[in-house]
């Protein structure tokens, strides 16, 4: 049964013609723009990803050395 869905799109797909349409270059530059945007929030996420929890080690450890009083 989940073959069907599958079958039928494929078979609309190759039985259509060509659209005859002019597809401006601002659909382009939007649609590049697109493709960045989400490759930059999604770098910006792994790197927020790995940063955070290395930077709240760092500061619990220097927090930890600050209180130290062996080093008086």
């Known amino acids: ?23 401006g270059p601002g659909l382009g530059a939007g649609a590049a723009i697109t493709i960045l945007g989400l490759g930059f929030a999604f770098l910006l996420a792994v790197i927020a990803f790995v940063y955070y929890p290395i930077r709240r080690a760092l500061r619990r450890r220097n927090r930890h050395t600050a209180m130290d009083p062996s080093d008086s």
């Open 1 to 23: 049964m989940k073959a069907l869905p599958a079958l039928l799109m494929s078979t609309f797909t190759l039985l259509t013609g060509t659209a005859h349409a002019y597809i």
